[in-house]
């Protein structure tokens, strides 16, 4: 099978340690596998590595399944290529059977499903390299499976026994469900270069991105020559250590020995300091190996102001009332975090409590009486200050919180801001895209050049800029009615005012 890579790097063999062109190598590594390890110096905002999948699907259940071409399945040129049919003909039915099994739920899996098996039965190569991927929750997947094989309906997508076996689909299925990325306009993929090579971290120095069903990873922090590249494989940015490790474990099936794991502080697990009563306590983990070669985990909780170290008293209190915390019901106003707080135990950046604010902040978000009056901000600029507390500077997710703030803003009635708060939104995407004309960095900078003035501009904005609707006109042949939702949507202006409910979302 020829190389999925489309950097000017070459496809590595399969060998300890090979060099590329591309400022990086893969070697091996007796724990981890594959790495990959830079050679030469890299600066954020560089582009590492692109690769287009192995397979991909569309979410959208107007889109055809073999191209993700705006046209039934059964309109599709390329279609008879891949199915009979008989298949053609049933396969929107097939696929709705498929989405709602258990392993499965979802209609772009149902057809990565459907397009990995098939090409799995014609393709040796295609077959060993999905069969060499990592996977999990195996037994849900052969359950599946089974049923797909015993049903008279479904059974028609499997191969024969002969090409492909029932316990090779089952660890296809397992694979797609265990290494598949989210595609930005919808779907998702498998991208097995980039699974298979680059290596987790919960700090990870490079992120990845999709678009136009291309998967690129970007630097978020300088890597110098020797230095191993990473992603986050669960986009666990806000949560504890254990809770990141159980993730990994049930998903990936390895325990996590990235050095902010073994080596580095918890900053999500944060407690409010007795000594200083201002900065946060963490768990700062150290690990030893005897000389038996036995590694033992430690944690000496310190406050990251005053450097105090809590006695184990302290420590234990803290963490009977965290695990009160996290059995009981959340906080659903504003008054009770701050009643949570003052009882000094959390400090504000604690994942429990910041999750609380979030969940809290969506809520106001959604509603306009609580944007107009402020509420909504307030809460808001609190859950953005503990995300930049503990993550890095350059990190996914405060584009998206920034984001918000800027709709919250619009809703607000203060435009100006809100164009700044889209403008960093903006700026950060960029340099985490590498400054790729994405879906999403388009809408942001339109959001930051033009403004929306109001609600209901901003809903056109972000009612996927009608582009179902768009869409379900070109396949019905309305192309002038299209063109003119195009044009609207272009403008980011509603001519028909929405009547706006109190508890509507944004």
């Not at 300890?16 to 110096?41: F, H, L, N, Q, Y």
């Not at 800027?406 to 960029?430: E, N």
């Amino acid at each position: 099978m020829a190389s999925l890579l489309t950097s000017p790097m070459q496809h590595p063999p399969d060998t300890s340690a090979v060099a590329t062109a591309g400022g990086w190598r893969v070697v091996s590594d007796p724990t981890m596998g594959k790495c990959v390890e830079a050679t030469a110096t890299f600066h954020v905002g560089q582009v590492v590595f692109k690769e287009t999948p192995l397979v991909s699907a569309s979410w959208h259940d107007y889109r055809c399944t073999c191209c993700s071409q705006l046209h039934a399945v059964d309109q599709c040129p390329v279609a008879p290529q891949f199915f009979s049919k008989k298949t053609i003909a049933s396969l929107t039915d097939i696929e709705e059977e498929l989405s709602n099994l258990f392993a499965i739920q979802e209609l772009d899996k149902a057809r990565t499903f459907l397009m990995a098996v098939l090409k799995a039965s014609r393709s040796k190569s295609v077959l060993a390299r999905l069969l060499s991927m990592t996977t999990a929750n195996l037994d849900m997947c052969r359950a599946t499976v089974d049923i797909i094989s015993q049903s008279k309906s479904m059974s028609v997508i499997l191969p024969s026994s002969t090409l492909v076996s029932l316990e090779q689909c089952a660890i296809i299925l397992s694979v797609l469900n265990t290494n598949a990325h989210m595609l930005e306009e919808g779907g998702s993929a498998l991208f097995p270069e980039a699974g298979a090579m680059f290596e987790h971290s919960c700090n990870p120095n490079c992120v990845f991105n999709t678009f136009n069903k291309e998967l690129w990873v970007v630097v978020t922090r300088p890597i110098a020559p020797g230095e191993r590249m990473s992603i986050d494989y669960i986009n666990g940015f806000y949560e504890p250590k254990d809770v990141r490790r159980e993730a990994l474990k049930e998903v990936y099936a390895f325990d996590c020995g990235c050095q902010l794991c073994t080596n580095g502080i918890d900053k999500a697990r944060a407690f409010h300091c007795p000594q200083c009563h201002v900065g946060p306590v963490c768990p700062r983990t150290t690990t030893t190996v005897s000389t038996t070669g036995a590694t033992q985990e430690d944690d000496t909780f310190g406050c990251l102001q005053c450097g105090a170290v809590m006695n184990a008293s302290q420590v234990n209190v803290c963490l009977q009332v965290e695990e009160a915390f996290g059995n009981s019901n959340p906080p659903t106003t504003a008054a009770e975090i701050d009643a949570l707080l003052q009882q000094g135990v959390f400090h504000v950046t604690h994942h429990l409590v910041w999750v609380s604010m979030l969940h809290m902040g969506e809520r106001m978000a959604g509603n306009p009486m609580r944007c107009r009056d402020g509420t909504a901000m307030q809460m808001w600029l609190r859950v953005l200050a503990s995300a930049k507390y503990v993550l890095p500077d350059l990190h996914p997710e405060l584009v998206v919180l920034e984001d918000k703030l800027g709709q919250i803003l619009v809703c607000a009635g203060d435009i100006a801001q809100a164009s700044s708060t889209f403008k960093r939104a903006y700026d950060m995407s960029c340099v985490l895209t590498g400054n790729v004309a994405s879906n999403g960095n388009v809408l942001l900078k339109k959001l930051w050049e033009d403004t929306p003035q109001d609600v209901n501009q901003l809903k056109f904005f972000y009612n996927d800029g009608g582009q179902q609707q768009i869409e379900d006109l070109k396949v019905e042949g309305k192309m002038d009615e299209a063109a003119a939702l195009e044009a609207q949507r272009d403008r980011a202006v509603s001519n028909t005012a929405m009547d706006v409910d109190e508890e509507d979302d944004l």
